[in-house]
């Protein structure tokens, strides 16, 4: 059961020059067979770092979107000029080649396979997205590194090249399917993997059992919205809700962090903010689930 592996866990996997090989180090670690959710909470209470954390929470996402995803690193390919909107997407799917630009990409240069939108619509018809997989170190694909951000710079971003690139296309609709999911799919397994992450340095920390109960509380609900559909306004609801308990506890670990080791502290003030990226979208969400639900 993976909650008496995460209570078990007493060592962190020590962070790698590389992020493939650090991945695949915990993919060693946590064995095969692991849902998403359970990777997202093991490899979370591993990590070294926030940032490591953030990863392996991004994996368990991405497995969540595709199971059947190969089980080396991987990246979801959206971003275009800051704006994930279909009718701003530039890139085009013509047959099984893509040509075009993302701007933003997580772990880009370290991936395997990349998740890739494109726009797939005859000259004329609305925006159409399809989602593709396209392989690093294949024919047309380039990355280029980006400068390391104040946030995370232990996890690196890039920008992708697509020049008649050969794909595979996933069936279903790119945007419906697989680029609206993937979103809250994202938020709740990095708020698992980071909640996990907290709950290892309260037990290296001596926090309050209060504390420590509170974050256990808080995985087992991020467990619970783990096997809802993620384009169901009540799990929008449901999300909301759980980054609220986590905002109810953020004074209290900012109080623990504060008074304990400054290897802890440096880390959670540098990085501490990264649930705060998609909170716009996360709240967009939020108002129009509302509105769907009519919730008193």
């Not at 692991?34 to 093991?42: M, S």
């Not at 974050?215 to 919205?225: D, I, N, P, R």
């Not at 905002?247 to 209290?252: F, G, S, V, Y």
Request: aromatic share 8%.
């Amino acid at each position: 059961m993976y909650w008496q592996r995460l209570l078990a866990c007493a060592e962190r996997l020590p962070a790698a020059r590389a992020l493939d090989d650090w991945y695949a180090t915990l993919s060693a670690r946590v064995g095969e067979g692991v849902t998403p959710f359970e990777l997202a909470l093991l490899g979370g209470r591993l990590a070294a770092t926030p940032g490591l954390a953030f990863l392996a929470g991004y994996q368990g996402a991405l497995r969540a979107l595709w199971p059947s995803a190969p089980w080396t690193l991987g990246a979801m390919c959206v971003t275009e000029n800051r704006s994930v909107r279909p009718a701003d997407m530039q890139t085009r799917l013509d047959g099984l080649s893509l040509c075009g630009r993302k701007d933003f990409v997580t772990a880009a240069d370290a991936a395997d396979w990349l998740l890739i939108a494109a726009r797939s619509e005859l000259p004329g018809s609305s925006p159409q997205i399809a989602l593709c997989v396209a392989y690093s170190g294949a024919s047309g694909v380039r990355v280029d590194v980006l400068p390391p951000l104040s946030l995370m710079p232990d996890v690196s971003h890039g920008r992708l090249y697509l020049d008649a690139a050969q794909c595979e296309r996933l069936p279903g609709d790119g945007w419906d399917a697989y680029a609206k999911p993937f979103r809250s799919l994202e938020d709740l397994h990095v708020l698992t993997a980071l909640g996990a992450w907290l709950y290892g340095v309260g037990c290296d920390n001596a926090w309050p059992q209060a504390l420590k109960l509170r974050l256990l509380a808080l995985l087992g609900s991020c467990a619970e919205v783990a096997r809802q559909g993620m384009n169901e306004p009540t799990t929008h609801l449901l999300l909301a809700g759980v980054f609220e308990q986590f905002a109810q506890l953020r004074a209290e670990i900012d109080s623990a962090m504060g008074s304990g080791d400054p290897h802890w502290q440096d880390l959670w003030k540098r990085d501490s903010s990264l649930l705060e990226i998609a909170r716009a979208a996360r709240e967009k969400r939020l108002q129009n689930a509302l509105a769907v639900t009519a919730l008193c």
